[in-house]
């Protein structure tokens, strides 16, 4: 008997020995589902739970190792925050490819993810992101391969990828000012047909950060795109789906197009293409099998689009059949591979794209809110003046980053009898002043942005009112 007491005795010595930590309190019974992360760093008890939540060796392989890294360094240190927030990102894209297992003592498998996630946060010294636990609820409400959720936080890199390698998100170090959960989900966003038409050749994604002012960037967006080259920026790459179309686009023609979630008014806009990104290759990290969720970008093949006749044209495709090249109306249309882009921020839908199918080329004008004074009337007092801004929409096959180049454009403005334009040295901007002495004026300044031989224009109409006789 004393022979055991001592066995047992020097074991648990040694296992404190071993980790640094306290001397371990390990979850007893079964534990009630998690309603929050647990608030308290248990060491011995994210062990325990690591080693019964992963079902195919990622406790032993990855996610205890890495705990166990993390342990042995300060806390306050990046190598140290970069460590704790590889486990939990593990874990996150673990659990969104439902490859976690129910762990011992526990009701459920949330209840495991909520306890390892929020002692993990709470060993590392942070306080988790406020929308995580909403996060979590989702991704166990929609357990699939199509959507997942990573988190990120000063001064650290992130790479978030979606289960089925469908799309994959990088961020430079400093792109986030704070902790932050970013979600990748199927999205829906009517713009990119609308400004695309017939030329969408990905299925729309949503990328969302909570919250928004996590972001070292946002908000970028107040009245169209900010572009700048002197802070971090991320990169998203999306897997193209492939259809039987003619005239078929090369690859490299196409683009990843933004749609902003912020502004329903603003179209989509294209973004510079990228393949690799701080150091990733974005296409390899990719995993752009055939086939897809999206509907509207169902394959389709010279037979028809019946499942048997999509099944038979690959086999032929497939098998270098001599008779599906001589039916191919175009060189093969095997993409397989993805298509990347430079983003600024995220609260946004993505979707590649074809430039060429652009249904718009045009000029919207902005106030200083960022609204949009081409189609709603600016009404000012008597005597008032106010900022507008030229907004140059993007043109066929160029990105918004090129057409925002405050040197590119030269922008005239001519306003009517009764109002009077000051623009600035840019041009881009004007300031619009009421010179009418009407108690009821109505007027209207047109506007010509013109880069080289191509020009954009349009006009925004002016009204006056009174000023309110009790002001």
Excluded at 78 to 103: K, M, Q
Excluded at 169 to 179: D, L, R, S, Y
Excluded at 394 to 411: H, K, L, P, R, V
Aim: with cysteine.
């Amino acid at each position: 008997m004393l022979r055991t007491f001592l066995t047992v005795l020097v074991a648990a010595s040694v296992l404190t020995a071993c980790t640094g930590d306290e001397p371990p309190v390990v979850p007893t019974g079964l534990q009630a589902p998690s309603l929050s992360l647990a608030t308290t760093c248990n060491p011995a008890g994210v062990r325990a739970t690591l080693a019964t939540l992963h079902t195919e060796g990622g406790a032993k392989a990855f996610s205890i190792p890495t705990f166990n890294q993390a342990r042995s360094l300060d806390p306050a240190t990046t190598e140290a925050r970069r460590l704790y927030y590889a486990v939990i990102n593990y874990v996150l894209g673990e659990y969104a490819a439902n490859r976690l297992a129910t762990p011992a003592r526990y009701a459920s498998t949330q209840a495991g993810v909520d306890f390892v996630i929020g002692s993990l946060y709470a060993c590392a010294g942070i306080i988790p992101p406020a929308g995580l636990q909403d996060v979590i609820d989702d991704l166990g409400d929609h357990v699939a391969p199509n959507r997942t959720a990573c988190v990120g936080d000063n001064g650290l890199p992130l790479q978030c990828r979606l289960p089925n390698g469908d799309v994959v998100m990088v961020a430079e170090p400093g792109f986030f000012i704070a902790p932050a959960v970013i979600i990748i989900e199927p999205g829906a966003d009517p713009r990119f047909d609308a400004t695309y038409p017939g030329g969408r050749w990905s299925p729309v994604w949503r990328i969302h950060v909570e919250p928004l002012t996590a972001q070292a960037n946002y908000p970028t967006y107040t009245g169209g795109p900010v572009i700048t080259s002197t802070h971090p920026r991320a990169a998203v790459a999306l897997c193209v789906v492939d259809r039987a179309q003619t005239p078929h686009p090369a690859v490299l023609g196409l683009q990843v197009a933004q749609a902003l979630e912020t502004d329903l008014q603003f179209p989509p806009f294209l973004l510079d293409q990228v393949f690799t990104f701080n150091g990733v290759n974005l296409i390899a990290q990719l995993d752009c099998t055939p086939g897809t969720t999206d509907l509207a970008l169902r394959r389709t093949s010279p037979f028809g689009s019946s499942l048997l006749a999509v099944q038979s044209w690959n086999a032929l495709r497939s098998f270098g059949s001599l008779l599906g090249d001589a039916l191919t109306p175009q060189p093969l249309y095997a993409f397989d591979g993805g298509m990347g882009g430079v983003v600024e921020s995220f609260e946004s839908f993505f979707a590649v794209v074809d430039p060429s199918s652009e249904s718009f080329d045009g000029l919207d004008v902005r106030n200083a809110q960022g609204q949009s004074i081409v189609q709603n009337p600016t009404i000012v007092q008597s005597g008032g003046s106010f900022v507008a801004t030229a907004v140059p929409l993007t043109y066929s096959g160029e990105s918004f980053n090129a057409i925002q180049d405050t040197n590119a454009f030269s922008c005239v403005w001519t306003p009517a009898a009764g109002l009077s334009v000051t623009p600035t040295a840019s041009t881009l901007q004007a300031t619009i002043t009421v010179t009418s002495t009407q108690t009821a004026y109505s007027g209207s300044v047109g506007v010509v942005c013109t880069r080289g031989t191509t020009s954009q224009q349009t006009s925004f109409s002016v009204s006056t009112q009174s000023p309110n006789p009790s002001d």
